[in-house]
C-alpha cells in the first residue's frame, strides 16, 4: 500500500490547462523527487496534494492518502486542516511565511501538537518541542525566541522540526533549501533525511536542482510542460536518461563529469497554455521531427519509464 497515491491528476485556471495527467506515488518511507526547471507544474501538483490551491486554480483527477478514507480532490477544508499537520507535512521556500512573526518558536511548535491531540498537556507538548528543537540541532534557548531573531537556516529548521512533530506519514518538501545560503543547505538537507527516515516519514522533494535529488532520493519523476516526461530510480534515470528533456537537464547539471562542458537547454520554458501540441518539448529539443507533433506514449511501467518518441540512452534494464 501506497502512503501517497495520485492518478491523472489534472490543475487548469478558467481555460489554459497548468499540469496535465499526472500519475505519482510514494511508497511507505520512500523519498521521491519531483524536478524540471520552474515553470514546469511542480508546485502546483504539490499544491494540488496539500488542498492549498488558489480558489480560481482548479485540480481534477485523484489525491489518496494512506489512511484516510476519502479523496483529497474535493475535500473539505476542515477535512484537509485535520490531515495537514498530521498526516501530511510541509516544508517550502521561505520558511517566513510558515511560522507567526508574533509568537515565540517554543509555542508553535507546541501549537500544532495541541492542535492535533497528539500530546495531551500544554507542559508535555513544551517538553516535546524542546526535544524536537535538538533533534534539528538548535539550542533550547531558542523556545523562547521569535522568528525574526534566527537565521533564514535556522527558522528553516524550526519549520521542519514543526513538520515532523506529529510522525507525518508522508513529508513534501517544494525547494526547502533554495532560499538558503549554500553554507547551510547541506545541513538543512542531512536534516530532512535524518528526520524522515528517524519517522519511517515518506518523502516528496521538490527540487530544479539535480545534485540534491541525487543526494536526498531514491526515485525520481521529471516534469516539464505540467507533465511527467520520465521517472524511474535515480541513478537509473541521472545516469541513462531516456527523455530527450531528462538529458538536457542533465547536461546543463552540475553533476555531469568534471572536465565535460554545461551545454544550456535551448530556448526557455514557455508560459502556461503556450507549449506545443503533442510533446510539449518538441520546440525546444534537437532530435525532434514531424512524428513530435503527436503525443508520446508513456513507455514502460508505472514508476519507471518516459514518454519520448525519440529517446536517448539504452532501454533500462
Ligand atoms: N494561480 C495561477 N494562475 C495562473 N497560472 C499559474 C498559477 N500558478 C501557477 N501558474 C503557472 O503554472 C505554471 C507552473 O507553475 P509551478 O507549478 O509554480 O511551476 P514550478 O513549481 O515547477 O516552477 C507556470 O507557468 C506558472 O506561471
Ligand atoms: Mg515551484
Same mark, same amino acid.
Given at each position: 500500500m501506497n502512503v501517497l497515491e495520485v492518478a491523472g491528476l489534472n490543475v487548469s485556471v478558467r481555460d489554459t490547462t497548468l499540469v496535465s495527467d499526472v500519475d505519482l506515488t510514494v511508497g511507505p518511507g520512500e523519498r521521491v523527487g519531483l524536478i524540471g *526547471? +520552474?515553470?514546469?507544474g511542480k508546485s502546483l501538483t504539490a499544491l494540488s496534494i496539500l488542498g !492549498?490551491? =488558489?480558489?480560481d486554480v482548479v485540480p481534477s483527477g485523484s489525491v489518496r492518502l494512506s489512511g484516510v478514507d476519502h479523496d483529497l480532490i474535493g475535500a473539505d477544508e476542515r477535512a484537509l486542516s485535520r490531515i495537514r499537520g498530521r498526516d501530511l507535512a510541509m516544508v517550502f521556500q521561505e520558511p517566513m511565511t510558515a /511560522?507567526? =512573526? @508574533?509568537?515565540?518558536i517554543g509555542d508553535q511548535i507546541a501549537e500544532t501538537m495541541l492542535i492535533h491531540h497528539t500530546h495531551p498537556t500544554r507542559s508535555a507538548a513544551r517538553a516535546a518541542a524542546a526535544d524536537l528543537l535538538d533533534r534539528v540541532q538548535l =539550542? &533550547?534557548? !531558542?523556545?523562547? &525566541?521569535? =522568528? $525574526?531573531? !534566527?537565521s533564514g537556516g535556522q527558522r528553516q529548521r524550526v519549520v521542519l522540526a514543526i513538520a515532523l512533530s506529529n510522525d507525518p506519514a508522508l513529508l513534501i518538501c517544494d525547494e526547502p533549501t533554495t532560499a538558503l545560503d549554500v553554507t547551510v543547505q547541506a545541513l538543512v538537507l542531512d536534516l530532512i533525511v535524518q528526520g524522515v527516515v528517524a519517522r519511517s516519514s515518506a518523502l516528496l522533494f521538490i527540487t530544479h536542482d539535480l545534485a540534491v535529488v541525487a543526494t536526498v532520493c531514491e526515485r525520481v519523476l521529471v516534469m516539464y510542460g505540467g507533465r511527467v516526461v520520465e521517472s524511474g530510480p535515480v541513478h537509473e534515470v541521472f545516469t541513462n536518461p531516456r527523455h530527450r528533456y531528462t538529458q538536457g537537464l542533465l547536461a546543463a +547539471?552540475? !553533476? *555531469? %563529469? %568534471?572536465g565535460s562542458r554545461l551545454t544550456t537547454i535551448p530556448g526557455t520554458v514557455p508560459a502556461a497554455g503556450h507549449f506545443p501540441s503533442g510533446c510539449v518539448f518538441r520546440n525546444r529539443c &534537437? $532530435? &525532434? @521531427?514531424? /512524428?513530435?507533433a503527436t503525443t508520446p506514449a508513456w513507455s514502460g511501467t508505472s514508476t519507471t519509464g518516459y514518454a519520448c518518441h525519440h529517446p536517448a540512452g539504452a532501454p533500462h534494464a
Amino acid at each position: 500500500m501506497n502512503v501517497l497515491e495520485v492518478a491523472g491528476l489534472n490543475v487548469s485556471v478558467r481555460d489554459t490547462t497548468l499540469v496535465s495527467d499526472v500519475d505519482l506515488t510514494v511508497g511507505p518511507g520512500e523519498r521521491v523527487g519531483l524536478i524540471g *526547471e +520552474s515553470g514546469s507544474g511542480k508546485s502546483l501538483t504539490a499544491l494540488s496534494i496539500l488542498g !492549498l490551491l =488558489p480558489e480560481d486554480v482548479v485540480p481534477s483527477g485523484s489525491v489518496r492518502l494512506s489512511g484516510v478514507d476519502h479523496d483529497l480532490i474535493g475535500a473539505d477544508e476542515r477535512a484537509l486542516s485535520r490531515i495537514r499537520g498530521r498526516d501530511l507535512a510541509m516544508v517550502f521556500q521561505e520558511p517566513m511565511t510558515a /511560522l507567526n =512573526p @508574533t509568537m515565540r518558536i517554543g509555542d508553535q511548535i507546541a501549537e500544532t501538537m495541541l492542535i492535533h491531540h497528539t500530546h495531551p498537556t500544554r507542559s508535555a507538548a513544551r517538553a516535546a518541542a524542546a526535544d524536537l528543537l535538538d533533534r534539528v540541532q538548535l =539550542p &533550547a534557548d !531558542l523556545l523562547r &525566541a521569535y =522568528p $525574526h531573531q !534566527l537565521s533564514g537556516g535556522q527558522r528553516q529548521r524550526v519549520v521542519l522540526a514543526i513538520a515532523l512533530s506529529n510522525d507525518p506519514a508522508l513529508l513534501i518538501c517544494d525547494e526547502p533549501t533554495t532560499a538558503l545560503d549554500v553554507t547551510v543547505q547541506a545541513l538543512v538537507l542531512d536534516l530532512i533525511v535524518q528526520g524522515v527516515v528517524a519517522r519511517s516519514s515518506a518523502l516528496l522533494f521538490i527540487t530544479h536542482d539535480l545534485a540534491v535529488v541525487a543526494t536526498v532520493c531514491e526515485r525520481v519523476l521529471v516534469m516539464y510542460g505540467g507533465r511527467v516526461v520520465e521517472s524511474g530510480p535515480v541513478h537509473e534515470v541521472f545516469t541513462n536518461p531516456r527523455h530527450r528533456y531528462t538529458q538536457g537537464l542533465l547536461a546543463a +547539471s552540475n !553533476l *555531469e %563529469a %568534471a572536465g565535460s562542458r554545461l551545454t544550456t537547454i535551448p530556448g526557455t520554458v514557455p508560459a502556461a497554455g503556450h507549449f506545443p501540441s503533442g510533446c510539449v518539448f518538441r520546440n525546444r529539443c &534537437a $532530435h &525532434a @521531427t514531424d /512524428l513530435c507533433a503527436t503525443t508520446p506514449a508513456w513507455s514502460g511501467t508505472s514508476t519507471t519509464g518516459y514518454a519520448c518518441h525519440h529517446p536517448a540512452g539504452a532501454p533500462h534494464a
